[in-house]
């Protein structure tokens, strides 16, 4: 029988949630910790669509990389994810700038082991970037292409400022701020979920390629193998991927 506590507990392992940032809000959001659960949803977000997956599949508990709670709540509308989780009595687990951040298992630790990057390492400036070599130098056009293809995505953006590039740094989600910490510590090409046009143009001026492969398909990656950890540790419970909530941008 497992509960909520022991779950969290679990994670204190390897993504403690002390260790998130300042701005963020990681934890139980939403729930009792000591309910008993068999059945957990796990997501990149919450929205009511996965709610209502949660409800359909009889799962108590739905785990989450962005915070459902993430700003002060001044108002509760009836359709919103928090309220229809509290009325389903369905608890959230959310775990975000702490699961960026691990050394042990984190968003940027899949991220990099998906495109083929070796030896990963937490980097000793960046915000929450990682950085690892190709095993053997890469043609930019190569490498984008090879990214695109891991990632699945339908698109991406990248510059081939380094036309050959190995030393690859890595930062999921909008990590645009790495671009200076990544040309500092000799990354010849730099791969993310967002970026700003004056980053592009500071990426340019520093000798630094980019990829920019989409805020979902940057961080969707750690989903799967997030449930196949949690899968191994708790044997009694079922751990499924979402399959209502999904990147809605479009390409045409």
């Known amino acids: ?10 994670f204190e392992g390897f993504a403690p949630v002390g260790t998130a940032m300042d701005f963020d809000n990681a934890g139980l959001l939403v729930g009792d910790k000591n309910c008993v659960v068999d059945k957990v949803l796990v997501t990149l977000d919450i929205t009511g669509e996965v709610v209502c997956e949660a409800e359909r ?24 994810a928090v309220y229809m989780l509290a009325n389903k009595g369905i608890s959230a687990i959310c775990m975000h700038t702490n699961l960026d951040l691990s050394e042990i298992f984190s968003v940027n630790i899949c991220l990099a082991k998906a ?4 030896d990963i390492r937490k980097s000793e400036k960046g915000v929450c970037m990682f950085t690892g070599e190709l095993e053997n130098p890469t043609d930019i056009y190569d490498f984008a292409r090879s990214v695109k293809n891991n ?3 339908e698109g991406l953006r990248f510059t081939d400022t380094k036309k050959t590039v190995k030393t690859v740094a890595v930062s999921s989600g909008a990590g645009g701020d790495d671009i200076a910490a990544a040309a500092e510590e000799g990354a010849d090409v730099f791969v993310t979920g967002e970026i700003k ?15 920019d492969v989409g805020h979902y398909k940057s961080e969707d990656i750690v989903i799967l193998p997030l449930v196949k950890k949690l899968s191994e ?5 079922i751990f499924t991927k979402s399959k209502a909530y999904t990147d809605n941008i479009k390409f045409i």
């Open 1 to 10: 029988m497992t509960r909520i506590s022991d779950i969290l507990e679990f």
């Open 233 to 237: 540790n708790f044997p009694d419970i």
């Open 151 to 153: 990632l699945g995505c």
């Open 115 to 118: 495109l083929g990057v070796k």
């Open 57 to 80: 599949l009889g799962c108590g508990l739905i785990i989450s990389h962005h915070p459902v709670i993430f700003n002060p709540i001044k108002r509760l509308d009836t359709q919103s």
């Open 197 to 211: 046009h004056h980053e592009i143009n500071l990426a340019n001026e520093l000798n630094v390629s980019i990829i």
